[in-house]
């Protein structure tokens, strides 16, 4: 599954070709695409014209995000462009899901290529089918890179740390004085 803005730099058109490539390949698969945008028709289309209706569903905008992450075996996000590590990459892991993801912005923070799911070059469909089609095929990779997501999110990426993380930014911007009050 996806879930994103449907927009060109999520890498939605590349995920609905990595899935006729697959289904070329005689792979069995669905993928649903979760979220709304400017682009969502034109990704739409685009599978209708690869004759996709039986593998690639667009389920709109989700309000049980973490039912939805549940149904999943596997979250894809190829983004184009620079972001930090987008948050729907860590509800996946969270979730115990492995991942597929473009090495774009700040995922190698997060995703580890081989060990929590597989990282592909941006823009690579070919790249990006190829790693669905290894997880699509080993359920038992899937749950054992599900499993260090979870893991590494709980590790590295729990609430706690990250406020410490903050607060010792701000303690060093501060040089360890209080604010004075505005």
Same mark, same amino acid.
């Given at each position: 599954g996806m879930v994103a803005r449907m927009i060109p730099e999520k890498g939605v058109g590349e995920t609905i070709r990595a899935c006729a490539?697959?289904?070329?390949?005689? &792979? %069995?698969?669905?993928?649903?695409?979760?979220?709304?945008?400017?682009?969502k028709l034109e990704f739409e289309r685009l599978a209708k014209?690869?004759?996709?209706?039986?593998?690639?569903?667009?389920?709109?905008?989700?309000?049980d995000i973490i039912g939805f992450y549940a149904g999943l075996d596997v979250l894809v996000l190829p983004s184009l462009s620079t972001e930090g590590i987008p948050i729907s990459v860590l509800e996946?892991?969270?979730?115990?899901?492995?991942?597929?993801? &473009? %090495?774009?912005?700040g995922i190698p923070e997060a995703v580890t290529d081989g060990k929590e799911g597989f990282v592909v070059p941006p823009g690579d469909t070919q790249a990006l089918a190829d790693a669905l089609g290894r997880l699509i095929a080993a359920?038992?990779?899937?749950?054992?890179?599900?499993?260090r997501a979870k893991a590494r999110i709980a590790r590295d990426f729990n609430a706690q740390d990250m406020v410490r993380d903050i607060v010792r930014v701000y303690d060093d911007i501060l040089g360890g004085q209080e604010p004075t009050p505005s």
């Open positions: 490539a697959l289904r070329d390949r005689k &792979a %069995s698969f669905r993928m649903k695409i979760a979220g709304t945008g400017a682009s014209d690869l004759n996709l209706g039986e593998q690639v569903e667009f389920v709109g905008l989700v309000k996946a892991m969270a979730a115990g899901r492995p991942v597929v993801v &473009a %090495s774009s912005s359920p038992a990779v899937r749950r054992e890179m599900g499993g």
